[in-house]
């Protein structure tokens, strides 16, 4: 049972709708959570029609704060007009980006269906608990970091930029990891080509600060774009 303090700062009557659509569809349950939570959304869990286990993601219609969404959108060249109409673009493009990274092979939720501002997807967890990020690992090694840059430039080379990446933005779970929240992801071009290097930047200092000897220069990793 979702929690009557949460339940009205998420769920808005167009979000209802959105809710109930998917639940008649099968593709959610009830919602329990919320799992996690940012400045602009909610994440619940859930089990579909026949028992899987899957997370809804849920972009508030009534964020005010998040005063970043018009600029996204016109690097994602659309700059909705009305704020309910922006948070679902900004929705939508999240579930784009996320769907491209995974049918090339990135590691991240599957995406199972989105409606308005309702994000459907693999739940990354067990028994109900999601996995832990790689912000909390206690200990990293050094094959994570190379995969994450692996991934860095898969999505680079397929014009995909996470936009938002670092270890709250990734889970592990037995021993993979797992690229989350494509909220703030854009396409590859020279006018997005400044969130790709933060992200490497990101990823490198971290791990760097973790004790990773043998971080790659971010020029060679641009390179190898």
Known sequence: MVKSKIYYHVFDIKTIENINKLKNNGYIGELNGPLGSGKESYVFYSEN?????VAV???RHTIDTFKSIPTYLKLRGKDSKGFIRRIDDWTRYEFEFLS???SIGIKCPAP???EGNVIVMDFIG?????ADLLINKE?????WYKKTIDSI???AKNRIIHGDLSPYNIMVMDDELYFIDFSQALAFSNNTISYLIRDIRNINDWFAKRGIKDII???EIMNRV
Do not use: C, Q, S
């Not at 029609?49 to 286990?53: L, S, Y």
């Not at 067990?126 to 999601?130: E, S, T």
């Not at 200990?139 to 094959?143: K, L, N, P, Q």
């Open 139 to 143: 200990t990293v090694e050094e094959r």
């Open 49 to 53: 029609h026949i028992g899987k286990p």
């Open 153 to 155: 430039i898969l999505m």
């Open 57 to 59: 993601k849920i972009h």
């Open 126 to 130: 067990k028994d109900g608990i999601p």
């Open 100 to 102: 491209k990274a995974y």
């Open 217 to 219: 220069d971010e020029n």
């Open 112 to 114: 199972h269906r989105r």
